[in-house]
């Protein structure tokens, strides 16, 4: 059964202290990889697509990484805004019984002052 | 660019009325919109596809008579829950995407309360 898995469950860290997220995937012929954000009560906020194994994208303090088997998001020297729950979305190759894209479960990320 | 807009945010109605949720892509041409169901500390649940012009594909387990989906244009979808009931309360949430490998855009929800 096609799988995505996100771990941590939930990250406590401090201002300034780097880290990095993890989501693991198992499915029949990835399509794309995508990270969201989603602050509570809201939709998610789309920011990153990666589409193909050693690709890297960048966007102010966080960067995407995509292996065959795990893509990461490193956080560099966090602020207290990027708060939030990060989620991770495989896009596979047939829809099976949930759709095309499949969500893991989010990363809840605190970042302390 | 790829705004898209959800409306009502907030809606508290009695049992049985029938309400409906507005999502549309205000920047682009939306070929197919999605509608999500999320609960309380997990991850959202899809709960039916559709493509502008054609009926709607739900996913095992949603009934399609109580939720209604009509993607009439390029840029607008609605979901209609009819005879709602206190166990429809949830949030709902809407994406658009144009070209298949594209991301969806998300929509900000719909909280749902049903008394």
């Known amino acids: 059964e096609d799988q995505v898995t996100q771990s941590p469950e939930a990250l406590r860290l401090q201002e300034g202290e780097s880290s990095s997220l993890n989501c693991s995937y198992t499915?029949?012929?990835?399509?794309?990889l995508f990270w969201y954000r989603q602050d509570p009560g809201k939709g998610p906020e789309f920011l990153f697509t990666?589409?193909?194994a050693g690709e890297e994208k960048e966007k102010e303090r966080l960067k995407a990484t995509l292996t065959k088997k795990e893509s990461f998001l490193h956080i560099t020297a966090p602020k207290p805004e990027d708060s939030a729950t990060y989620l991770c979305a495989v896009l596979r190759n047939y829809g099976g019984s949930q759709g095309n894209l499949i969500f893991g479960k989010g990363t809840k990320l605190s970042v302390k002052p | 660019g790829a705004v898209v807009s959800q409306h009502p945010s907030w809606v508290i109605c009695k049992s049985g009325t029938s309400v409906k949720i507005e999502c549309r892509s205000l920047d682009f041409q939306a070929t197919t919109m999605f509608w999500y169901r999320q609960f309380p500390k997990q991850s959202l649940m899809l709960m039916a596809t559709s493509n502008e012009g054609s009926k709607a594909t739900y996913e095992q387990g949603v009934e399609k008579d109580k939720f209604l989906i009509n993607h009439a244009s390029l840029t607008l979808s609605t979901l209609t829950v009819t005879s709602a009931h206190p166990e429809d309360s949830s949030f709902y949430i809407c994406?658009?995407?144009?070209?298949?490998?594209?991301?969806?855009?998300f929509g900000d929800g719909t909280r749902l309360s049903i008394l």
């Open positions: 499915v029949s012929g990835l399509r794309g």
């Open positions: 994406s658009a995407r144009g070209e298949t490998d594209q991301p969806q855009h």
């Open positions: 990666l589409y193909s």
